[in-house]
């Protein structure tokens, strides 16, 4: 069974940086589109970026210029560089991942933070 495993959250202060890391596990697992989204408290969750198979990336008006999502196929990781980050930032972020073939998984999450 697949299973997407986030880390790197954490406290930073405002314009710091982090690296979020989703990885797969299990071997030999091919994703076509991979993502992350966020859900701040008492709000919904959103999109913050995707990364399509051939390498397309699509990112929240909020966060561009700002964010930058990668993809390592051989290690089936996506990875989203934060920086700049602002407190409006804070939510619990998503990794989200889909087949070929349709299906579709979700990270547990891990919370950024950021204060100071």
């Known amino acids: 069974q697949v299973q997407l495993v986030e880390s790197g959250g954490g406290l930073v202060q405002p314009g710091g940086s982090l690296r979020l890391s989703c990885a797969a596990s299990?071997?030999?697992?091919?994703?076509?589109?991979m993502g992350w989204y966020r859900q701040a408290p008492g709000k919904g969750r959103e999109l913050v970026a995707t990364i399509s198979y051939a390498g397309s990336a699509n990112y929240a008006d909020s966060v561009k210029g700002r964010f930058t999502i990668s993809r390592d196929y051989a290690k089936s990781t996506a990875y989203l560089q934060m920086n700049s980050l602002k407190p409006d930032d804070t939510a619990v972020y998503y990794c989200y991942a889909d087949r070929f073939s349709g299906s579709e998984y979700w990270g547990q999450g891990t919370q950024v933070t950021v204060s100071s």
């Open positions: 299990g071997s030999g697992v091919s994703f076509n589109l």
